[in-house]
């Protein structure tokens, strides 16, 4: 079992950045591929993000390409989410998410993942 907690959300202007943090519990995060997903009132839950359990592959939606990048410290068992750019369709609730059976290929879908934190709130203001 691992928990996850998430962190780093908050209320920025239109432009401005943030970034989020994902806090692991247990031993055997670094076998992990972790994932960040977004939850707009009213909508699906959507993929922002993906990591694979080394680092080496990372893997982005269209939405949030070229504006965020996604990292993580095996050594904290930690993920992290840095947005800039930002805009107000990016406004969610944002979840950070441990897929811990990879195989060799970043998730992009929530059933995917075994584990998931509380969520933070991201509001950007226009």
């Known amino acids: 079992q691992v928990q996850l907690v998430e962190s780093g959300g908050g209320l920025v202007q239109a432009g401005g950045s943030l970034r989020l943090s994902c806090a692991a519990s247990?031993?055997?995060?670094?076998?992990?591929?972790m994932g960040w997903f977004r939850q707009a009132p009213g909508k699906e839950r959507e993929f922002v993000a993906a990591?694979?359990?080394?680092?080496?592959?990372?893997y982005y939606a269209d939405s949030v390409k070229g504006r965020s990048t996604i990292s993580r410290d095996n050594a904290k068992n930690t993920v992290y989410l840095q947005l800039n750019s930002l805009k107000p369709e990016d406004t969610a609730v944002y979840y950070c998410?441990?897929?811990?059976?990879?195989?060799?290929?970043?998730?992009?879908?929530?059933?995917?993942?075994?584990?998931w934190g509380q969520g933070t709130q991201v509001t950007v203001s226009s």
């Open positions: 998410a441990a897929d811990r059976r990879p195989i060799g290929v970043v998730a992009t879908t929530p059933a995917e993942y075994d584990y």
């Open positions: 247990g031993r055997t995060f670094s076998r992990y591929d």
């Open positions: 990591i694979s359990w080394s680092g080496a592959t990372t």
